[in-house]
């Protein structure tokens, strides 16, 4: 997850409203001079506060207590009241002849670049900070129980990746979504109000519609991008869902996990279904399912510690000729869970000064999962510092998609050979082809499994956003949801005394969703080209561009762009396209599917 300097949660792209936009705003006919003055004033403000904002943001997150929460609160409402005012300064603009293309797209990033946009009444936009804060930090400080007992969040995430007891799995899976989320429902109705409120100042529907207008399209464009390429991916999904109920079924039987319908959700190894990978040895194919090594164990075996696990991912990007990080990388930044303290664990990366202060905040553990995870977040990282040397108001990701795509297509080169090539693995445990659909549906178990997931979440929002979703409606929408993209169900029976979307951090956090979807099959259009680039001929699936520096300095060709052109000028620079597709997807995952296919023979699919 990206934390972007001051996009300090996006929620102010344009941070503090200068007196310029206060005495212009009486003018009849707005100049383009006017605009390029107030967007100057915008950027240099904006570069001004962050730092500050940024620290805020930091202390709370690495350290949750009533007076770090007052602190953000009170930052983020500063934050969001002087964002809303400066997006509204920018829409003023709207309809200046003569404005410069670069001046266009600063003024449209300002009007569009807000989160949760507050009204811009007195107050407001300190209610409304008073409330986001209160739900992150409820999340962050949120525990589950197993066997009774007190777990905190990142514990109760681990243990669903390990326990095969059904009860033990209802247990945390219950308790996490019901001491979590429900208690959140009510401010949650509320922040939806509010930030509504703000996006109608900003000309926009809601709030939903605010978010789909950040992709160089319409909202209404974007809607149908995404539904396009879930359509693109879906029957690989339904393939891998006919086969993974089989398997569970075959391991708790029917009163556990029936043949038919949907997929109960805490047999999958995570808390909220989004990957599954947790539960390969439950699908493992015989034979090929055993693909000879597990990196937990190899890194366990190496005597891998926490920060050095960070510095092999260092190590990667910078055999792709990426510079060092900087000394302060590994003063700042929270690599491990402090033990005296609380903290919020979801893992995220930062870049408190727009320049080199670059941190990720994690509570790694010595698994694979997070040896994957700081490869993602060292690309936030790496992007972030790429195009540093921006505009202050370009720096961000082409797209939202983008940022979360990086890290994610480096992590693709996670594959055999390049464990040998670091001294993880050896040679002669290389596995063989005929392992090849063992590590597919490894893969396929946490990037395919992801793909409505990664959909369904803004979906609900946008409902909630429209209307279209009442709060007397939250739960059974969501349930709704789930079923109708996931095929999964809860374990137990939910009404609307539950908010089961709060007990997922993105939710109480306000970050948008959307962009993980885009991330899952950008990351494959990346990956793709990287290898062509690199002259790789043998399997998608097994090729690492480990040590290419000719695609590091494509890579950071694109990178150094940030969001100063619309996204597909972007993606064209890197992939030689410019339309976002689930088809390289498809592709790295063809073998796999055919034998799903053939596994899945006379099984009924669907749910």
Excluded at 44 to 65: C, E, F, G, H, P
Excluded at 123 to 129: I, N, R, Y
Excluded at 362 to 375: A, L, Q, S
């Amino acid at each position: 997850m990206l934390r972007h300097t001051i996009s300090f949660a996006a929620l102010s792209l344009a941070l503090a409203a200068p007196a310029l936009a206060q005495t212009r705003a009486a003018t009849a006919k707005p100049t383009a001079a006017e605009a390029d003055a107030f967007v100057a004033e915008a950027e240099k403000t904006a570069a001004m506060k962050s730092l500050d904002w940024s620290r805020v943001a930091w202390v709370n997150a690495t350290y949750i207590t009533d007076d770090t929460d007052a602190l953000a609160a009170k930052a983020g409402a500063e934050s969001t009241e002087m964002g809303v005012r400066y997006a509204i300064g920018a829409a003023r603009f709207n309809d200046v002849a003569g404005l410069s293309p670069d001046t266009r797209r600063k003024l449209d990033l300002m009007r569009s670049g807000l989160t949760l946009p507050a009204p811009t009444r007195p107050g407001a936009a300190e209610q409304l900070a008073t409330l986001t804060t209160k739900q992150s930090s409820f999340y962050g400080k949120g525990k589950g129980t197993l066997d009774g007992k007190p777990i905190n969040g990142s514990d109760i995430e681990a243990a669903m990746g390990t326990s095969r007891d059904p009860a033990k799995l209802q247990e945390m899976w219950t308790s996490w979504h019901d001491n979590v989320g429900a208690p959140m429902r009510t401010d949650y109705a509320r922040v939806v109000e509010l930030g509504n409120q703000g996006a109608k100042e900003l000309g926009y529907a809601d709030v939903g519609a605010l978010w789909r207008s950040g992709y160089d399209m319409p909202p209404a464009e974007f809607a149908k991008t995404v539904d396009r390429i879930w359509s693109e991916v879906e029957p690989l999904y339904k393939a891998l869902h006919t086969y993974t109920r089989w398997k569970l079924n075959e391991k708790y039987g029917d009163a556990v996990q029936p043949k038919t319908g949907p997929i109960r959700a805490d047999l999958l190894g995570n808390m909220w279904a989004q990957e599954w990978g947790n539960i390969y040895d439950v699908v493992a194919p015989k034979g090929a399912g055993d693909v000879g090594y597990d990196v937990e164990a190899l890194l366990k075996a190496k005597s891998y510690d926490p920060v050095r696990m960070v510095k092999q991912g260092e190590a990667f990007y910078s055999s792709l000729g990426f510079a060092p990080l900087p000394e302060t990388f590994y003063q700042r930044s929270q690599i491990v869970k402090p033990a005296d303290r609380e903290v919020i664990c979801h893992a995220s990366a930062w870049n408190l000064d727009a320049k080199d202060d670059i941190r990720i905040k994690m509570c790694t553990k010595v698994n694979g999962d997070d040896f994957v995870t700081i490869h993602h977040e060292l690309g936030h990282n790496y992007y972030q510092r790429a195009y540093n040397k921006q505009p202050f108001l370009y720096q961000n990701g082409a797209n939202d998609g983008f940022h979360e795509a990086i890290g994610d297509f480096v992590a693709l080169s996670i594959t055999p050979n390049y464990l040998v090539q670091i001294g993880l693995l050896e040679q002669n445990k290389v596995p063989s082809a005929d392992k090849d659909i063992g590590l597919l549906l490894r893969q396929g178990m946490d990037k395919v499994a992801f793909l409505p997931f990664g959909l369904l979440i803004d979906k609900w929002r946008w409902g909630v956003f429209s209307g279209q979703i009442k709060p007397s409606g939250y739960q059974a929408a969501w349930d709704a949801l789930r079923l109708q993209y996931q095929g999964i169900k809860p374990p137990v029976a939910r009404d609307e005394t539950r908010f089961d979307p709060g007990a997922k951090y993105h939710i109480p956090g306000q970050t948008p969703y959307a962009r993980y979807f885009l991330a899952r099959v950008l990351q494959f259009q990346f990956y793709k080209t990287a290898c062509q680039q690199a002259g790789w001929t043998g399997p998608l699936h097994r090729c690492s561009f480990y040590g290419n520096k000719e695609v590091g300095a494509k890579l950071n060709a694109m990178l150094a762009m940030g969001q100063s052109k619309p996204w597909p000028d972007a993606l064209q620079a890197f992939t030689g396209t410019r339309e976002m597709s689930g088809q390289a997807l498809v592709e790295y995952f063809a073998p796999l599917k055919a034998w799903l296919d053939q596994q899945n023979k006379g099984k009924p699919s669907g749910w």
